[in-house]
């Protein structure tokens, strides 16, 4: 046995490592998913037209180029999982590693390679300080790691503290996304073609008030991108 597969096992003995998706302990060949979840994991598709389910939620309500997300959360639990983790588990390196990934799988897609400037949706003040961290960012930056795009972070900022939306009806979400994001740097976002990113895209508010905002102070391109489509 070489030195470092010795310290590789050494280590997860140590250390077990479990699957992001069905928390089964992984084998040396595995990398933070097991084969089987790999294998099932709903990947959404990238074409545009009626069979893109992302991008018919901004059909009609705004000017874009793509929209798309990297899984189809129905029927999947490994999913919910996932996503859960990186909300609320305190795992936002697992965002962090499906922006890496599936950037390494798209880049050289012409529609990632329009990209200027990637722009995490971001948390507002009082909710990142109680969650320690901005998921969205994580899977912003696992992103430019793949693709090299830049990340600018500070571009847009939120403004009003949202409440949970679980129980609103999609009227009130819509209602209440609002003027909910601030544009802070027009100039640095001039022409650009932005990809705005989010963790999960439900009625797809988020990202449209977040365009809106941006569309509202300056002339750009807009994209949109979330980990999971719900
Ligand atoms: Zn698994």
Redesign the pocket.
């Given at each position: 046995m070489s030195p470092k597969l010795y310290w590789k096992s050494l280590n997860s003995l140590l250390f077990p490592r479990a699957?992001i998706?069905?928390d089964?302990t992984l084998i040396e060949q595995e990398e933070f998913?097991?084969i089987?979840?790999s294998f099932f994991l709903p990947f959404s598709n990238t074409r545009k037209g009626i069979d893109n389910h992302v991008e018919k939620k901004f059909w009609g309500k705004i000017i874009f180029e793509s929209a798309y997300s990297v899984f189809d959360m129905k029927y999947s639990d490994r999913v919910y999982k996932i996503i859960h983790k990186i909300k609320y588990k305190n795992q936002p390196k697992i965002a962090y590693n499906i922006g890496k990934i599936f950037g390494q799988y798209q880049r050289e897609k012409e529609w990632l390679q329009n990209i200027d400037i990637i722009l995490p949706i971001p948390l507002h003040s009082r909710k990142k300080r109680k969650r320690g961290y901005n998921q969205s960012l994580y899977f912003a930056k696992g992103l430019a790691q793949s693709t090299n795009i830049p990340v600018h972070n500070k571009v847009l900022k939120r403004k009003v503290f949202t409440i949970s939306q679980t129980q609103k009806s999609r009227l009130d979400r819509y209602e209440n996304m609002e003027n909910v994001f601030q544009c802070m740097d027009p100039r640095a976002i001039y022409n650009k073609h932005l990809l705005i990113v989010d963790d999960v895209i439900t009625t797809g508010a988020t990202l449209l008030s977040a365009g809106q905002t941006l569309r509202n102070e300056t002339s750009c391109k807009l994209s949109f991108l979330a980990i999971g489509n719900a």
């Open positions: 699957c998706a069905c089964k998913i097991c089987e979840c």
